[in-house]
Structure formats: C-alpha cells, structure tokens
C-alpha cells in the first residue's frame, strides 16, 4: 500500500498522463510460466507507465497484452536451458506474432539463477525475467525495459562507442528510476531501435503483400482450419466441390482469401489515416487502450465476405465497399464532425474486435457482469458444425450462454440448408436453441429421428435483446459492445448527449474502467 502511494507521487513528479498518442508502437506479450497443474504463476508486474517513460519522447509507446499462462514447472524454475524453452515454444504455438511482437516470459529462475535478473536476445523477440519478491522501488519496470531494449538492438553502453556511460542510462549504470526516467535513451539509442521490426507504426494500411501475411496469419487464434465447407462457399461466393474437407479444405480458403487483399489507392489512405488520427483524439483520453493499439488496416474486395468489415489478428479488415463510402463522406463533407460520424466509425467497431482478443479476459468480466450470459461450453454438435456461419470477430462461439427466464438459450448464426451454395447475407439464418445442462456441459436438444436440433422461435426471447440497443450482433457479446460503443461514440463526435439507455449507461461505464 505504501509503495503503490509512494508511486503515484513519483509519477506525478514526472508530468505523465500516459495518455499521449505516439506514432509507434510495440506490442509486449507476456507469458507467465506456471507448475504444470496452471497454479503458481512466477511475478509479472508491468508498470506501463512507468515502461513507457524513457520511450515516449522518441515517439514510442508499449501496449502490453493480456497475459498468457503457460503451465511449465520445470521452465518456470530455470530447470531447463532458455534454448530449449524457446524451441518447446515454437513446436507449441505459445509465440504471438515472432518477430513482430515482443514475447517476454517470466519464470522464478533463468537458467539456475534466482531472481531478480533477465536474460534478452540482441537483437530478437523473446526475452525471460525473473523478478525479486521484495524489489527496491523501479526495479520490476526497469528489468522489463533493459531486456526488452536488448530486443529493439541496443547494447549495454560500455560496449557502444556512441553512447556515454557515466549518466544515468536504460542499457547503463545507475539507481533503477534514474535508468528509466525520460531521457533514459539517447538519440542515437532512438535512431537504432526505432528501425527494429519490433517497432510497428501505430496507424497503418497494408500494402499487399504484407495485407496477406496479416490476413492468413493465426498467431492470435486457428480460423482456417475451422471454416466448414458452406462457409467457405459463403464468404467467398463460389461453390467449393462437396468432397474437399481437411487439409484441401484450408488450402483452398487460404488461397480464396488471400486473393481477396487489394492495395489502397493514395486517397483511401489519405482519409483513413486521417479519420483514425481524429478518432484516436476523441478515444486517448477515457480509452487510451484502444486508442494505443496498432490500428492496421486491410483491404479486400468488396465481394468477399459479402463486403463485411471484419477483424483477424491484429487487422482490421475493410472491403472496399465500404472504403468507397468513407471517401465518399470525406469528399462531400471535408475535415468534418459529419465525416467521421458517417461510415468511417466502423473501423472503430472493429478495432475494438482487435481489442476484444488480445484481452479476453477483461471483457468476459462485462459479458458475465452487466450483460448477464453464462461462460459455459456448449458441446459439439455434428448439425451446427456442419451449417454455422462463424462470425470471426467473436469465435468463442460455443462459450456464452443466454440465461433468460430460467432457461439457457444458445443463439447462432446459420446458413440456411436449402441454399446451395450458400450465400453471404442471403442465407443467413437466426437459431435460436434451447440447451440442457448436463454437469458443467451444455448440449443442444434433439427430437427423436429429427433432422437438427430444437430450434425455438427467435420471439421467444425477444424481452431479451430488447435490453440492448442494436438492430443485430446479439448472438455474440463482442458485437453488442462494439455496437453500443460505436453508437456512443457517433453521438459524442456529432456533439449529442450521451444515451440515457441504462445498458449502454453500464457499458460505457465498464469501458472507462477497464480500457485505460
Ligand atoms: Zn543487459
Ligand atoms: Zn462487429
């Protein structure tokens, strides 16, 4: 307690809000090993603000991702060579984005050696800390900086010609706040580091190549290997031959999609780099978490996925459908309120999606909370499998359950069979299914020698949606945040009152809470 005051007037004492925006980002991964049963998790304490400090007058500003919980006993006690970790990593899939993000593990020990002490590939990505259980005031946030430092490219400054060593210095000697404080880097340390592939510009459109690499990428979640075989057809409007499944399945929906990216023409990126910028203005300072996340950009064309905005990993993916009706708004209304009120405010809906899965966690606590869903698991089921539309933003499609009047109610989005092939809107179709709990499991109802599980009609709930304010998405809890927040956010940039509607009341509440 008396540490947590005795920060805060440090902080003050440095004139930082945190809630600048910068151009550059680089986005901290976490993983916390813990003993093999998930228990015993070692220290991971980021003070953000204070691993911002030395960074923020060259531009730049960490965003630190939800942690990830690796159950691991003998590597979270330095049993087991670093190498050999990395390597169990990489076969594993523990990694997000290699080479691009910054993946950092916190053991008890690195390689036998007891905490505190650190251990950064230079230059790399992944780095190992071990904190101390009782540390000197700044010593958690520095051991993050150096080791991360050594990742961006810089060595300790007694081996760099360029850099003086005898004042204070993240990669030299010194008290630990003095090490970090605003001009803890050099110049020329900047120039270096700001050229590691680590270092991402905040705001950017992909240019092809690099769209694709976005786009097929899953080192936030599997999609490809998921998709049935209608959906494929679906989202990419033409027919898929009925015996390709597995591996030739994916093949193919990898190949659709990628050539579905497109490059933006000089005007799309002009307007979409300026509605961003203005919509991070109005978010930075109740929101800086979603404003501070890497907002990229891909553009596919517009009859793929039915010309649907959407997310994957860390991009936001917009047809060029609806690109044309942002520079269309710029073109007829300029810089103006009216502009970004009009079709550009999906990108933020989408980000948010971006947002929704690099922290999981926080926002199952408002999906619990205010909106009321169950976190269950609903068991697999041959039919849904088979006829469901994922919606990518939200595929944790078997996990919220709609408890309503007694009852739990599990509500999909699913093409509709007599559709061959199936189309992207036209064959979408609301179920609603009544489940029954059996343990901790839910399970969809069957009629005896029925076609398909028990499909209620969608009115049955109706009292139900009715509680949120959206015209759709209520069959996923990301879609109603993004909706109420979206709309919120129209009426703030049109200078309207807030909505007096208690759910988006309670939402907007949670968001100025949680997304700081
Ligand atoms: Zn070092
Ligand atoms: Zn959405």
């Known amino acids: 307690m008396i540490r947590g005051l005795v920060f805060a007037g440090l902080l003050a004492a440095h004139t930082v809000s945190g809630h600048e925006l910068t151009g550059h980002t680089v986005l901290l991964q976490p993983i916390v090993l813990t003993d093999d049963a998930g228990d015993g998790a ?6 953000e603000e204070l691993i911002d400090l030395p960074f923020r007058r060259w531009d730049l500003d960490f965003q630190i991702l939800e942690p990830v919980e690796w159950s691991r006993r003998a590597f979270r006690d330095g049993e087991i060579d670093v190498d050999v970790i990395v390597k169990a990593a990489r076969e594993e899939g523990v990694f997000r984005q290699p080479r691009r993000i910054a993946n950092m593990f916190f053991a008890r020990k690195i390689n036998g050696r007891a905490a505190p002490n650190g251990l950064g590939q230079e230059p790399g990505w ?35 010609a360029e850099v ?41 459109c992909l240019e092809v190549e690099e769209g694709r690499r976005a786009y097929l990428g899953e080192s936030f979640e599997d999609y490809y290997t998921e998709l049935n075989r209608r959906e494929v057809e679906a989202m990419t409007r033409n027919a898929v031959g009925k015996d390709l499944k597995g591996e030739a399945l994916e093949k193919e929906a990898r190949e659709r999609f990628g050539n579905a990216v497109m490059g933006f023409t000089p005007e799309e990126r002009e307007v979409l780099l300026w509605m961003v910028g203005e919509y991070r203005k109005l978010l930075v300072e109740d929101f800086p978490l979603l404003a501070n996340q890497p907002w990229q950009v891909v553009k596919v064309k517009s009859d793929h996925c039915g010309g649907f905005c959407h997310t994957r990993g860390l991009s936001v993916v917009i047809a060029e459908g609806a690109l044309n009706r942002m520079v269309n708004d710029y073109r007829r209304h300029g810089k103006s309120k009216t502009a970004l009120a009009g079709a550009g405010t999906i990108i933020v809906h989408e980000q948010i999606h971006v947002l929704q899965r690099c922290f999981p966690r926080k926002f199952s606590g408002l999906y619990t909370g205010a909106y009321g869903l169950v976190d269950g698991k609903v068991g697999h089921d041959e039919w849904v499998a088979r006829n469901e539309i994922q919606n990518p933003d939200g595929l944790e499609g078997n996990r919220w359950i709609v408890d309503y009047e007694g009852n739990y109610y599990w509500l999909k989005t699913i093409l509709d069979e007599k559709d061959d092939p199936a189309m992207m809107p036209a064959s979408f179709q609301e179920a609603i299914m009544p489940l029954r709990k059996t343990g901790e499991t839910y399970r969809v109802i069957w009629k005896k020698g029925g076609k398909k599980p028990q499909l209620v009609n969608p009115n049955l709930i109706r009292d139900w949606k009715k509680q949120f304010p959206i015209r759709a998405g209520h069959d996923h809890p990301n879609e109603i945040f993004a909706y109420l927040f979206q709309a919120e956010l129209t009426r703030k940039i049109m200078g309207e009152e807030p909505s007096g509607d208690p759910m988006t009341k309670k939402t907007m509440a949670w968001a100025r809470k949680e997304l700081r």
Do not use: W, Y
Not at 139 to 145: E, L
Not at 169 to 197: C, W, Y
């Open 42 to 47: 070692a220290k991971a304490t980021l003070p």
């Open 126 to 160: 992944v780095t190992f800390i071990a904190q101390g259980g009782d540390p000197p005031l700044g010593q958690d946030a520095f051991v993050v900086v150096h080791e991360v430092t050594h990742n961006l490219g810089l060595s300790h400054t007694v081996d760099d």
């Open 164 to 204: 003086p060593s005898d004042i204070p210095n993240v990669m030299g000697d010194g008290d630990f706040l003095d090490r970090i404080r605003e001009d803890g880097i050099t110049r020329h340390q900047a120039a270096t580091i700001l050229k590691s592939p680590l270092v991402r510009e905040t705001v950017k």
